[in-house]
């Protein structure tokens, strides 16, 4: 789901939530773009919307754990070497 998608989805479950007497504090709300490319930018797009968190996703086979791991740290590295700000600062 794109940031602007879930900016829509986000303001129809709040809107959900107020008409059922909820707080939006009583939940927490995930994002994922799946396979879609993802930017630094877009991290700071999914936090204006109100997600709480977005879930990345991997493409492609790791053969071992220790390439998955590999995998997931280079992801990190590369989000935090071009928009580390608006990694730290989703939470």
Known sequence: MSPVD????IRQIEEMLKANGRRRSDMTLA???YTDPITPDDLKRYKDSGADEVALLMRGRRASEAELIAGLEEMARELRRTGGQ???NLS
């Open 6 to 9: 879930a900016a829509d989805k």
């Open 86 to 88: 608006a990694v730290n």
């Open 31 to 33: 994002v994922s773009p």
